[in-house]
């Protein structure tokens, strides 16, 4: 899991357990038990506390702009809430591998460096930089290559098809590597004379 990922899932969780431990806390001061323990001086519900009597119900639904905010308030909600849920769902970065043995795994930054290695070495290629994404049974690498000017892209890539990304396969089978590759050429450099 990526530290982005990782970091938003803390600071979501922390949110709903203040929101919840806050909304616990009130509802419990209105309690008798709760309510006697308190120290004088805390603010403190009263026992017969009516959140909305029906006076206020009906002040409320007199405003026209109340309905449609809460309305698509909670819509905005529901649409974090599963835009959430589906980034838990797709793959992160790998960081991590297991190879079938109790205690052998493969390190994803590795084997992404591995690649990236190998991927410069394909004439042609001036830069080359390698992510690998997915979970255990899904694999995708991402690669990005900038080529020299006069390289032939053709013949990169089917180098790199043929030798890079079918020996990260060999690595990684029997899982499947699907391999996105994007390609850029290195500008000429424009000399200045004076």
Excluded: Y
Excluded at 118 to 124: E, H, K, L, P, T
Excluded at 174 to 179: K, N
């Amino acid at each position: 899991m990526s530290r982005l990922r990782s970091s938003a899932n803390r600071t979501a969780l922390l949110c709903v357990a203040v929101a919840l431990i806050g909304a616990g806390a009130v509802l419990a001061s209105a309690t008798d038990v709760v309510r006697e323990r308190l120290p004088s001086g805390w603010p403190r519900l009263d026992a017969d506390r009516v959140w909305l009597d029906g006076r206020d119900l009906g002040r409320w639904r007199d405003q026209g702009w109340w309905t449609p905010l809460v309305v698509g308030a909670l819509s905005v909600g529901v649409l974090l809430f599963l835009g959430w849920a589906v980034a838990q769902v797709r793959g992160g970065l790998l960081r991590e591998l297991p190879l079938g043995q109790p205690d052998v795994t493969l390190s994803g930054p590795a084997l992404a460096a591995a690649m990236a290695e190998r991927a410069r070495a394909v004439d042609g290629v001036a830069e080359a930089q390698v992510s690998l994404w997915g979970n255990t049974r899904r694999l995708r690498a991402r690669i990005t290559l900038v080529l020299l000017p006069d390289s032939s892209p053709e013949a990169v890539l089917q180098h790199l098809a043929r030798h890079t990304v079918a020996e990260a396969r060999a690595a990684t089978a029997p899982r499947a590597l699907t391999a996105d590759v994007r390609l850029r050429v290195r500008s000429h450099k424009s000399r200045r004379l004076r």
